[in-house]
């Protein structure tokens, strides 16, 4: 039972230059989320996706596109990467019931220079 | 709409001193509420949870009392550890409809021996 998965684990790209993050549940989860984490900002909450086919902004999507590809996969991509988006990014998803806690990946630590 | 108020780290505390960490919310309707822990190099893993008001969450020590009338769900823990020094977030899911998590900013603590 893999979970949440996230890929890459690490990146460094240059000022510019474009990637995408992939990110893969296996738990049939209808909801899933991409998060930055940054030293004293906590999360916060770039895109989120409450089902296949759709896609919502969060509080920090300017320079971030995302696609839903199906309802397991959610990935988010960096146009132009900037040194401010030099940051550790989480993927998570949360089932249909009231109750189920959403489940995280293991980030990836991205370093724009 | 929905947030969570989180205080503010850092918190340092002796071995076996009592832990106490707030959290107040705000939202519509009945959210479930949770606490996360994230120890350093990793992803957010689920502590406890509570999906109605007066439930009490609990595991590893650690309780959060789901307090409508106050609208918070604070986390104790009567001796901590030097293995408990991590980042805390609070947490709410809104399912009314379509499921949302709104986190906190997280609190650092820092056990010493």
Request: charged share 15%.
């Amino acid at each position: 039972n893999a979970g949440v998965t996230q890929t890459p684990k690490f990146q460094v790209l240059k000022t510019g230059q474009s990637m995408t993050l992939q990110c893969a549940q296996d738990m049939n989860h209808n909801s899933m989320y991409w998060y930055r984490q940054d030293p004293g900002m906590g999360l916060r909450l770039i895109y989120y996706s409450a089902s296949e086919g759709t896609t919502d902004k969060g509080e920090v999507p300017n320079g971030y596109n995302v696609s839903r590809l199906n309802k397991r996969e959610f990935s988010l991509r960096l146009e132009s990467a900037a040194p401010s988006q030099t940051s550790v990014y989480f993927c998570a998803s949360s089932g249909v019931q009231g109750d189920t806690e959403a489940f995280f990946g293991q980030g990836t630590r991205l370093t724009v220079v | 709409g929905n947030s969570v108020t989180q205080m503010e780290g850092p918190v340092t505390l002796s071995e076996e001193a009592f832990l106490t960490i707030n959290c107040t919310y705000t939202a519509t309707g009945y959210p479930s509420l949770f606490w996360y822990v994230q120890y350093p190099g990793e992803g957010l893993q689920l502590l406890l949870k509570a999906t109605k008001a007066d439930d009490k969450g609990s595991n590893k020590g650690f309780e959060a009392t789901y307090r409508k009338e106050t609208t918070s769900f604070h986390l104790e823990k009567g001796s901590v550890q030097v293995s408990d020094s991590a980042v805390y977030f609070c947490a709410l899911l809104y399912s009314g409809g379509y499921q949302k998590v709104t986190f906190g900013i997280g609190t650092k603590l820092q056990v010493i021996p």
